[in-house]
């Protein structure tokens, strides 16, 4: 059975950074896409950031040029750089990892953005 366990959420002041780390059980080779997603209060779970076959990266608009997906095969861990924070990234961050058909999911890290 695949885990994904998160950490380094916290608490920030606007404008500045946390990492997010993502710890997989397996050989993070194994995955053909790994990613984050966000969920704050209300609203849907939106993807963040994702890394794709390992060098492709995509990000979404509202995080363009402030986050950056990387991952450290040695340490089957994949992070999320996070910088110049914004009360609006306030949310629960979760891992997600796909392979072919399967999906799976982190149990999540709360990420809040606030002076």
């Known amino acids: 059975q695949v885990q994904l366990v998160e950490s380094g959420g916290g608490l920030v002041q606007p404008g500045g950074s946390l990492r997010l780390s993502c710890a997989a059980s397996g050989n993070i080779f194994s995955f053909n896409i790994m990613g984050w997603y966000r969920q704050a209060p209300g609203n849907e779970r939106e993807k963040v950031a994702e890394?794709?076959?390992?060098?492709?990266?995509n990000y979404a608009d509202s995080v363009k040029g402030r986050f950056t997906i990387s991952r450290d095969n040695a340490k089957n861990t994949v992070y999320l750089q996070m910088n110049s924070l914004k009360p609006e990234d306030t949310a629960v961050y979760y891992c997600?990892?796909?392979?072919?058909?399967?999906?799976?999911w982190g149990q999540g890290t709360q990420v809040t953005v606030s002076s």
């Open positions: 997600h990892a796909r392979r072919f058909l399967s999906n799976f």
């Open positions: 890394l794709i076959g390992g060098d492709i990266t």
